[in-house]
């Protein structure tokens, strides 16, 4: 899905489209899953007449910003949400597929379609909210930064970053699996499945490590590396093919049913692992990511108590609790035994 890089991008260009233009004209389509806490007929309603002013991001939150009295549309991309303008191909997260196309109106037009004109030339753009599952969600607030579901996420990496001491400290309180952690947006708003896994692999730090048993210096490794691996990939428009070579990004894919050509610092081939960690499919590299070591290692690693507080546990995006639920449907059969879905996926669902 659309992760803090993706989504920056998308921002940016609503910034290029749309700022400075007035909204002459929204399309909608009618739908009770993608809009929150309004319909379509509102949405529209509430942004046709007035001006873009700017366009903001928070996590993997982003929000217009308009002109005059009235509240301002904040969009989730849920997993297949996109953007795009007409005469061009939508943005899609990794490369664009063979199947894309500028045809307008677009196939997958779930959402809108804002009618955007110069006032200056009198020229008129359009840009579209796609999302072909219809996991994304569109709402409108009267102060963004201060309301669900911007209000409930934790820090931006790039935006809020604490200080180390600060990260330390919510770090080493937690029994979790450091990949949950970095993926609970209540604690970092915009890591999501290949930017929590590059971070721990720029840091060596296996996905499986319980935090609390992670030593100073790599909770230091994973405060910087979780700023570099996210300043990177937006100064680069989230544009994979100039992510640098050594980044685990450029050979993860596939599964292993692909050769990859990810060397070690000794200049030896990598081996290129995969667990599941917090519902993810995680990849990581066997030679620079132990699951033993920090100040616990001699220890079995603690198991995460259920009762424990929600902070402590990671959401699952919408198509994993399906995916989730429809294997253990399956093995049922079989009586083998599968974990459900916690609590603050249900939580954590009506935000996004």
């Known amino acids: 899905m659309p992760e803090l890089p993706e989504v920056e991008r998308a921002t940016a260009l609503i910034r290029s489209v749309a700022c400075g233009k007035v909204i002459v004209r929204v399309e909608t389509s009618e739908d009770t899953i993608v809009y929150t806490g309004t319909d379509h007929t509102e949405f529209a309603k509430e942004l046709t007449g007035r001006s873009v002013v700017d366009a903001a991001r928070y996590g993997k939150v982003f929000y217009i910003k308009l002109d005059g009295e009235g509240r301002a549309p904040v969009l989730h ?33 779930k959402a809108f379609i804002l009618h955007l004109k ?20 569109i709402r409108l607030c009267a102060s963004p930064l201060t309301e669900p579901p911007i209000s409930t996420l934790g ?40 930017v929590a896994d590059e971070i721990l692999y720029h840091a060596g730090v296996h996905p499986e490590r319980r935090c609390n048993t992670l030593a100073p210096f790599e909770v230091q490794k994973l405060h910087e590396q979780t700023q570099y691996v996210c300043k990177t990939a ?21 599964k292993g049913k692909k050769k990859h050509t990810l060397l070690l610092p000794s200049g030896e081939p990598a ?3 995969w667990v599941t960690v917090g519902g993810r499919t995680s990849a990581y ?4 990511q132990q699951v033993t070591g920090g100040i616990n290692e001699s220890e079995d690693p603690p198991s995460v108590n ?21 294997i253990k ?24």
């Not at 795009?84 to 307008?104: H, I, M």
């Not at 110069?118 to 969600?137: H, K, P, V, W, Y």
């Not at 100039?242 to 894919?253: A, G, I, S, V, Y």
């Not at 259920?306 to 609790?321: G, I, K, Y």
């Open 306 to 326: 259920q009762s424990d507080s929600d902070s402590d546990l990671t959401p699952l995006e919408e198509e994993e609790e399906i995916t989730i639920v429809a």
């Open 77 to 109: 991309f849920g997993m297949t949400g996109m953007l795009q303008v007409k005469g061009q191909l939508p943005t899609y997260y990794r490369k664009t597929p063979k199947t894309a196309s500028s045809d307008w109106p677009p196939r997958f037009m």
């Open 234 to 254: 937006v100064a680069v428009n989230a544009d994979d093919t100039k992510f640098p070579e050594n980044w685990l990004f450029k050979h993860r894919w596939g």
């Open 155 to 194: 820090f931006d990496p790039i935006l809020s970053m604490p200080v180390l001491t600060d990260f330390q400290t919510a770090v080493l309180r937690r029994s979790c699996p450091i990949k949950a952690l970095l993926l609970d947006q209540s604690f970092s708003a915009g890591v999501g499945n290949w």
């Open 118 to 137: 110069n006032e200056a030339t009198g020229g008129i753009s359009e840009l579209a909210f796609l999302d072909a599952r219809r996991l994304g969600r």
């Open 285 to 288: 590299v066997a030679e620079l």
């Open 271 to 273: 081996t290129i692992k």
């Open 329 to 352: 449907a399956k093995r049922t059969r079989k009586n083998v035994v599968t974990a459900t879905p916690s609590k603050r996926v249900t939580k954590r669902s009506k935000f996004f």
